[in-house]
């Protein structure tokens, strides 16, 4: 039998001391989230691809000729980054709200709360999740997305920061959601009326100067435009706002949505409802 006297004081069960993170905790919640959200890797991975191909193939029929710009770009080559994007997004936006209502469903997400995690812990456990994955089905969406007219980077490390930081906001924004939410009906609607108008408005296939002039400040108001703006940059070079005003709106944004997630984890908010 393995001795166990280290968690005894005096012959009583005293609680272990896992330091101002519990790594061990941490790691091994990121990678019960990363198997899940992998184990059906064809709707998670290859799905994303063969969805941009087909919508690539269909904008590239109808739109993509020697004159079709849009916002100065040929149309394909301002097309990808949005595929790419809305990809990347969807994944994340998918990574956190579904594990969580999937949780609440089996009636073992209010386990969560006796973990040896704290409220931080959690927020970062999900979030992580949530990045890693939705950076690797960005990869496989731009390779995919290869032959129809893309390119490599113009800027890697500000793809990846985009990437990154679009990805944190989202996951974020899940976790919210998914907390809110007492069903899939609940986090359905949320993905179907706020998060994909926040998202198809954001000039994934159009730019902004297209749209009438009282539109324009609704436009830039959206958070997910400078994540859009700033992946097209990062693959084009070119961007519609200086890609340093995108990337503190987005750090802005994205700390908000941390203090809320934190929050509400602090709470227990629907954890066990």
Known sequence: MTDRSDLLLGGVPVARRFGLINWLGLATFYRREMSRNFKIWKITLAAPAIRAVLFASVFGLAIDHENAVMGGLPFM????????????LERAFESSAFSIVY??????FGDLAVLPLTPGELVLGFS?????????????????????????????????????????MIGLFS???GLWARKWDYITSVQTFIFLPFVFFSGVFFSLDELPNF?????RANPVFYIVDGIRFSLTG????PPMFGAVVCVAVTAILWAVSYRLFSIGYRMKS
């Open 103 to 108: 949780d609440k469903m089996e009636g073992i």
């Open 215 to 219: 539109l324009l400040p609704v436009a």
């Open 175 to 177: 976790q919210i959601a």
């Open 77 to 88: 080559t301002f097309l990808i980054p949005g595929l790419v994007t809305v990809a990347a």
């Open 238 to 241: 070119q961007a519609e706002v």
């Open 128 to 168: 992580a999740a949530a990045v890693s994955g939705s950076l690797m089905v960005a990869a496989v969406v731009w390779l995919a997305l290869l032959p129809f007219g893309g390119s490599l980077p113009h800027n890697l490390l500000a793809l990846a920061f985009f990437v990154a930081i679009g990805s944190l």
